[in-house]
């Protein structure tokens, strides 16, 4: 199984709302990311975890919640968004080597509207 | 600020033609990636350099890597319709995890 899965593929919520998205994996990868992007923008890393430990903030608004409940999965916890936050949430998995990161496979992305 | 940045931005060819995409990076990296993204979709690895390399080939793509300028090319020979998407490199640090995407290049192929 060489895929991520993402859920759910649309999601639209108001400003007050919480929400969960949830990304999951089963190709043993140690590695997992969060990823934001724009329309017509490169995707932008947010959060990554590493043997279930999160290893890279990028100084992302505490209004997003990652968390890794196993090496399986991936959640990300919405809460208070602002409308500048609509836009395609990827998933990302790697392997881990030595001291290299591989390539890193992804989910086909949560488009999110904030109203 | 972004690591990897990409020219041109847009390219629109024929079908049957090469397509050159070039990407350039500011910091020391372990090595650099290229990634196809269709439209509103996730993207698709398309194949990576090791910082010690200097060309690598997949099929219809040639990816050469310059350290000393800091930049990367992406090669797409006797491209299709179906090669329609936007391409970005991305660049990992070394020793770290922290992957950094350049703009892209949107290549349009023409049936």
């Known amino acids: 199984d060489t895929e991520v899965t993402q859920t759910p593929k649309h999601l639209v919520m108001g400003m007050t709302n919480k929400k969960s998205l949830k990304c999951e994996q089963h190709m043993g990868h140690r590695a997992m990311y969060w990823y934001k992007q724009k329309a017509k923008k490169p995707p932008e890393l947010m959060f990554v975890?590493?043997?279930?430990?999160?290893?890279i903030n990028e100084s992302v608004p505490s209004r997003f919640s990652p968390e890794c409940p196993n090496s399986s999965l991936l959640n990300l916890h919405l809460h208070a968004l602002q409308p500048e936050d609509s836009a395609l949430y990827l998933c990302?998995?790697?392997?881990?080597?030595?001291?290299?990161?591989?390539?890193?496979?992804f989910g086909p992305g949560t488009r999110l509207t904030v109203l | 600020s972004q690591q990897g940045e990409e020219d041109p931005q847009a390219l629109s060819i024929q079908e049957g033609e090469n397509a050159t995409m070039n990407c350039s990076y500011k910091?020391?990296?372990?090595?650099l990636q290229w990634y196809r993204q269709n439209s509103g979709r996730g993207l698709v690895h398309l194949i990576l350099i090791r910082s010690n390399e200097r060309e690598k080939h997949s099929g219809r793509l040639r990816v050469t890597l310059d350290t000393s300028k800091k930049s990367s090319s992406l090669l797409i020979t006797a491209s299709r319709a179906a090669d329609t998407a936007s391409y970005f490199c991305a660049t990992t640090s070394t020793g770290g995890f922290k992957t950094i995407f350049g703009a892209g290049t949107r290549l349009f192929v023409k049936a």
């Open positions: 975890y590493s043997y279930e430990k999160l290893s």
């Open positions: 990302a998995s790697s392997q881990v080597g030595e001291t290299w990161v591989k390539e890193q496979f």
């Open positions: 910091t020391s990296i372990n090595n």
